[in-house]
């Protein structure tokens, strides 16, 4: 079983829905990211968090440390949101273990 | 730009060829990651530095992989005698760790999609 599984795995919504991507981990971490990735291109950092919750924009990120459980939503979705999410956890600095990703598509 | 650069940012080469890239992180930055990452799949971890300590290499890292930071800048990675299972995309990420903090937020190059025919 991997440390971090996301589900699901592939999602298409329509321009406006409210779009949920879930990461569930089995290890202890200092951290838990989310990065957004796009086709042929690099990996960019949306959210660290290691309680609660975060805002950016249309984003929320959150974390139930607990539960060993993290939920990105997106709030009004729109065709450029489609690329790949991607949740990773980390433990004080090292390195980043990653899900699988989610591929995002979002139709006009 | 101030970001992560990394240097070819393809390759195509013949099984048994040696290939070399390079990673430019963020100026001030004294980790760097390299990571992995092929088709439909997360990246998976091979080896960071802390300045020019080597401090973790993953199990994946056969001995034909070989990565360098000689003067805790820049860093290579290079692939001897290579294999077409050694197609994938290497990223290079950097981060400022924090003296016992446990945050540590990487900042990632385009990478570098090798291609081993």
């Known amino acids: 079983k991997n440390e971090v599984e996301q589900s699901p795995q592939n999602l298409t919504a329509q321009e406006g829905e409210f779009i949920t991507i879930n990461c569930s981990y089995s290890?202890?971490?200092?951290?838990l990211h989310w990065l957004q990735q796009h086709p042929g291109g690099g990996i960019v950092s949306l959210f660290m968090l290691s309680s609660g919750k975060k805002k950016h924009g249309r984003l929320i990120a959150t974390i139930n440390i607990q539960e060993k459980h993290s939920s990105l939503h997106i709030t009004a979705s729109h065709p450029r949101d489609s690329a790949v999410y991607i949740c990773a956890v980390s433990k004080y600095g090292n390195k980043l273990v990653f899900g699988a990703g989610t591929i995002l598509r979002v139709k006009s | 730009d101030t970001g992560v650069s990394q240097d070819p940012r393809h390759k195509i080469t013949k099984r048994g060829q040696n290939v070399t890239f390079r990673c430019d992180p963020i100026s001030e930055h004294n980790r760097l990651y390299w990571y992995r990452q092929t088709l439909g799949q997360g990246p998976e971890f091979l080896t960071y530095?802390?300045?020019?300590?080597?401090?973790?290499k993953s199990r994946l890292l056969s001995d034909r992989f070989s990565a360098e930071r000689p003067k805790g800048s820049f860093s290579t990675l290079e692939i001897q005698r290579t294999e077409q299972g050694d197609s994938a995309m290497y990223l290079c990420a950097s981060s400022l760790a924090e003296e016992r903090g446990p945050y540590n937020e990487q900042f990632f190059g385009p990478g570098t999609r090798l291609t081993v025919l």
């Open positions: 290890v202890g971490i200092s951290a």
């Open positions: 530095f802390q300045n020019e300590a080597q401090l973790e």
